[in-house]
């Protein structure tokens, strides 16, 4: 006969098993419904949903190329510490940006989107018709750093311009000038 000892070390280690597993599959779950994507790391750790999401800052503000260029546009240091010379301006991550902006060298941002070359994009037009940031960046409102929502392919991009919303040319030249 078994002792007492014994069995309540088989009872422990049995609850302990059924408790792992359950939080095992409830973190598995919860990760299925919110899954947790990290982009890139970058010099500076800029949250956009901190910015854009809780601050309700406009994407323009910081890219102001996007309105009227191909290229968006990355801040220029100056334009953060607008805020950051005032706002936690002794927090590390703001105090590096002080270096790169006493030093007038622009942070070398990790580039997430990149259209192939032998596509042309402009995003002046696509904001001209109405066309959500979020269509291609996904809910950038709710990331910290930037991911990869949307993977850029003549596919995705013909089929947006075939929207009747946006009804835009699919006109090959379009797109390979």
């Not at 805020?83 to 006493?102: E, G, K, M, R, T």
């Not at 979020?134 to 929207?163: A, E, P, W, Y």
Request: contains cysteine.
């Amino acid at each position: 006969m078994r002792s007492r000892l014994w069995r309540f070390g088989l009872f422990a280690a049995r609850w302990l098993a059924t408790v792992l597993i359950a939080i095992c599959l409830g973190l598995g779950a919860w990760y299925g419904v919110h899954p947790v994507t990290v982009g890139p790391k970058q010099p500076v750790p800029f949250s956009h949903r901190v910015h854009a999401g809780d601050k309700q800052i406009s994407c323009l503000f910081c890219h102001p190329g996007a309105d009227r260029s191909s290229n968006a546009g990355m801040p220029e240091v100056g334009k953060c510490l607008l805020c950051h010379n005032v706002i936690v301006p002794d927090f590390q991550p703001i105090a590096n940006l002080h270096q790169y902006y006493d030093t007038a060298k622009p942070i070398p941002w990790t580039r997430v989107y990149k259209v192939s070359d032998f596509a042309y994009f402009n995003h002046e037009p696509h904001l001209r018709k109405g066309v959500d940031c979020g269509v291609c960046h996904g809910d950038v409102k709710s990331m910290d750093r930037i991911i990869i929502n949307q993977t850029l392919t003549m596919g995705f991009c013909v089929d947006c311009h075939r929207k009747p919303e946006y009804k835009a040319t699919v006109d090959c030249w379009a797109c390979h000038r």
